[in-house]
């Protein structure tokens, strides 16, 4: 791009292709906090019991209508890095904590919309920096100190726990039964290692069909397993089922090495048919001699072999999942066995009921009434796809809410209350700092109450006025005071059973500080032209990147 033959003093000297954009200094740093707002912004009314859901509707026409921060913006097709930044954000919330992916969410945005107007007086993003990381790590320890311990036996406060993390989605209306559903699962499935409950998310399976009203919602202790009976003249109910997991087919394999077998007449056809016969046959007597009277196999069963299995009144299903033979064998006990001939009745789990049922229209088979499952199933049901499915979101944040509260085993009060004590204590902490990053302090502080502000503007009442009320309660010495929403005004959220794990708190912090202080330290934006960015017409200007967005 640069002709060498002419140049000269002060001529420009080009490093970077033709095409690339690049944003320097302020100018990048506050486009990427702009693009990071509006991100806040668009999920921010979808805070709180009274939170207004979005509808999303992709490429192909799919819509999801949710509240749910990390499904929305998923689904939202981000370009722009910065606001890539915020969806990890909730993608992070959602992985570790399950619920409090909006409050991450907006955190992070109001963070960086108080930094900007440090920036502005001429503060430098360093210090900012600073000040939020001295903010932040002062604040997991108040969150911490106003917490309260919890054991996995409180059984009342963890169905709170769990309907405080339903409230505001769909299934709203069901959040009592479906609250006593999470804690039941989460009790039968957690164990204890050195002396410290542990709760594998992947044991409770959360299955979703359409029809019937959530209030169908159903705990199996046990697995629901979306397959069918593989013959029509095998039982579908089989009571005190004996259960082999077979993670090798019932079916004569191919030869793994090149083979060619010569058949010159047909009595030699009929003798290699029949020995694959006899070999179906020895396949499932190892079965049934093992004593089982329910298989599920992880790959195929050959036809001939599902008849003699059906005359033997064996139950079977095939082609289950790998993840779904794990959840099996944790549910009934039973062993998975690679290879028929180690098959034995040792290796056999037991269950109380096996039987297939119609759903919607479809066959599903149940394993019920396990002795000691540590893997179960809730099957979630609902009117419509789209309620379904919210449904099914809402019991994903019950459940990863419950595991949350009885890992840590600690727990904080909701509205808002946290959130105003935190900007409180925040503040006493920014005096005895002092220097510049007592103002990043400050403006960390004032960011934490975004979340009752918000709360508050969605009870329909001046959202000033409950936030001077609020801080007068808190002052005065009442920290579970936060914003009861439906009533529209200041409550004791202690009293009013809205209850959070402090895990959401302490990720929603740690996560939001972390990407502000990320998105603050960028001051160059190098955009690269694309490889499939059209050159533009013939003798035309192409090439120039007027096309590139931030």
Avoid: W
């Amino acid at each position: 791009m640069v002709n060498a033959g002419n140049l000269g003093v002060g001529s420009p000297i080009f490093i970077l292709p033709e095409g690339t954009l690049r944003n320097t200094g302020r100018d990048a740093q506050s486009r990427n906090i702009a693009a990071a707002k509006l991100i806040s912004e668009s999920v921010r009314t979808t805070l709180g019991p009274k939170g207004m859901d979005k509808m999303l509707i992709d490429s192909i026409g799919d819509i999801t209508i949710t509240n749910d921060g990390a499904t929305i913006l998923s689904e939202m097709e981000i370009e722009h890095p910065a606001a890539k930044m915020m969806v990890e954000v909730a993608k992070t919330q959602e992985d570790e904590v399950g619920d409090g992916t909006t409050t991450a969410v907006i955190l992070t945005g109001e963070l960086l919309k108080k930094a900007e107007g440090l920036l502005e007086q001429e503060i430098h993003p360093t210090m900012i920096v600073r000040g939020f990381r001295l903010a932040k790590d002062k604040a997991l320890k108040i969150v911490d100190e106003a917490s309260e311990t919890i054991s996995i036996e409180d059984t009342a406060m963890l169905e709170k726990i769990a309907m405080t993390a339903m409230t505001g989605k769909g299934s709203e209306a069901a959040k009592e039964p479906l609250a006593k559903l999470a804690v039941n699962a989460v009790k039968i499935v957690a164990t204890k290692e050195n002396g410290k409950i542990v709760v594998d998310k992947d044991n409770i399976k959360i299955e979703k069909k359409q029809g019937g009203s959530i209030d169908d919602t159903e705990l199996i202790k046990g697995l629901v397993i979306d397959k069918e009976i593989v013959h029509a003249n095998m039982p579908k109910h089989v009571k005190d089922a004996k259960i082999a997991l077979l993670d090798c087919a019932l079916e004569v394999k191919e030869t793994e090495t090149n083979a060619e077998i010569r058949i010159t007449d047909p009595q030699q056809l009929q003798a290699f048919l029949d020995q694959e016969t006899h070999m179906l046959k020895a396949m499932v007597k190892k079965v049934v001699d093992s004593g089982c009277n329910v298989v599920f196999c992880q790959k195929g069963i050959d036809d001939l072999a599902q008849h003699y299995l059906s005359k033997s009144g064996i139950m079977a299903a095939r082609r289950v999942k790998k993840s779904d033979m794990e959840k099996l064998a944790k549910a009934t006990g039973a062993n998975i066995v690679s290879t028929l001939d180690e098959l034995s009745k040792d290796d056999l789990g037991h269950a109380g009921v096996v039987e297939e049922q119609k759903i919607a229209g479809e066959s599903m088979t149940f394993v019920r009434d396990c002795k000691d499952p540590k893997a179960v199933s809730i099957l979630v049901r609902g009117g419509t796809e789209h309620v379904v499915d919210e449904a099914k979101r809402a019991m994903d944040d019950a459940v990863l809410g419950v595991i949350g509260a009885v890992e840590i085993g600690k727990v904080v009060y909701g509205g808002g209350s946290i959130e105003i004590e935190l900007a409180r204590k925040l503040r006493e902490y920014a005096e005895t700092v002092g220097g510049r990053e007592q103002l990043a302090i400050n403006a960390f502080a004032e960011a934490v109450e975004i979340i009752p502000r918000t709360l508050a503007e969605s009870t329909g009442r001046d959202p000033i006025d409950i936030l001077v009320d609020l801080r007068s309660q808190h002052d005065k010495g009442s920290i579970t005071a936060g914003v009861d929403v439906i009533n529209a005004k200041v409550a004791d959220m202690k009293k009013n059973g809205v209850v959070e794990p402090l895990k959401i708190k302490t990720q929603a912090i740690k996560s939001a500080s972390e990407a502000a202080e990320m998105i603050l330290r960028i001051d160059d934006v190098i955009t690269s032209k694309t490889p499939s960015m059209p050159s533009g017409p013939p003798g035309g200007m192409g090439g120039m990147g007027e096309d590139f967005g931030e």
